[in-house]
């Protein structure tokens, strides 16, 4: 079922500008911390979501980390289906679930935040960008949107350019990007007042360029996207000849939509798309998206 627009209910509703009716969506978010669910899909212990975790935490937020065992890059929306699943418990704020992004929300939403949704679910920063057709098949939006199927507010979160990511500088690059998630989530929080931080279903996939030979640049602004359409990955697959085949994967870009994620990145812009569990809203959100972006800087 398609849910209401963002731009009805950020212009019309009173679910962003006040306290909202009881069945018509999740628990508006409190007046102290936030309770923040943190999964990815590069592994619970990955560089991006320990940043993440710090960052939100020195905000003041309550953050549990609630996310894959291993690195589970380009599972996309993918959910075991096996009859149990092993889940580790290292540390008092972190959960390592054996299985896909979506398998560690699901954990997380069902086990560590059982009979109270979190306010919130994060997943990244990613280890390179999710934009285009990367967006489909990305862990870190499949657990975003995993969340989204349930009713609890999501943001994905994913740093990198259109070029083969560095280490070293897409890491450093992580930095600006969580400066700029905790300056979106304080924007979603004023607008919301007592409210939910986002119409339900509707979620933001927000993708950070790595800006300066070190990454620790400034991206240029802030740009509402939408999903480019093209794939950026093509395949290749050569016979082998003995019943197995060779597969290689290829940059393809073809000139990037005006005004989608492609576009913004490669500009060195931050991209921030809103989407629902069936991957877009709209063009009235996008709209609605830039006067919530308003001012906004990295």
């Not at 989407?275 to 800087?297: E, F, H, K, P, Q």
Request: glycine share 12%.
């Amino acid at each position: 079922m398609r849910v209401l627009s963002l731009a009805a209910l950020v212009l019309c509703a009173p679910a962003l500008v006040g306290t909202a009716p009881a069945t018509a969506s999740p628990q508006g978010p409190p007046a102290g911390p936030l309770r923040i669910l943190l999964t990815n899909d590069d592994g619970y212990d990955a560089p991006g979501i320990r940043k993440a975790y710090e960052r939100l935490t020195a905000a003041g937020h309550d953050v549990t980390i609630v996310a894959p065992l291993t690195n589970q890059s380009g599972t996309g929306t993918k959910m075991t289906n096996a009859p149990s699943v092993s889940v580790k418990h290292p540390e008092p704020k972190v959960w390592a679930v054996d299985g896909t992004p979506g398998d560690s929300v699901a954990f997380g939403l069902a086990a560590v935040f059982q009979g109270r949704a979190p306010d919130l679910v994060v997943s990244g920063t990613n280890f390179g960008p999710n934009v285009a057709g990367l967006a489909t098949h990305s862990g870190t939006v499949g657990g975003a949107v995993t969340a989204l199927e349930s009713g609890v507010p999501a943001i994905a979160l994913s740093t990198g350019g259109l070029t083969a990511p560095d280490p070293v500088t897409t890491v450093n690059a992580m930095v600006p990007t969580m400066d700029f998630a905790v300056k979106l989530i304080d924007r979603l929080r004023a607008r919301a007042r007592s409210g939910p931080l986002l119409p339900e279903g509707v979620g933001l996939n927000v993708n950070h360029p790595v800006i300066g030979a070190d990454g620790k640049g400034t991206a240029a602004g802030v740009a509402t996207t939408f999903q480019d359409p093209q794939t950026v990955l093509e395949p290749e697959f050569t016979d082998a000849g003995d019943g197995t085949w060779k597969v290689a994967v290829k940059v393809s870009l073809r000139p990037a939509a005006k005004g989608g994620d492609l576009e913004a990145v490669a500009a060195g812009r931050i991209a921030v798309s809103p989407m629902n569990a069936d991957w877009n809203t709209g063009t009235a959100d996008r709209v609605v998206t830039s006067v919530l972006l308003a001012g906004l800087r990295p």
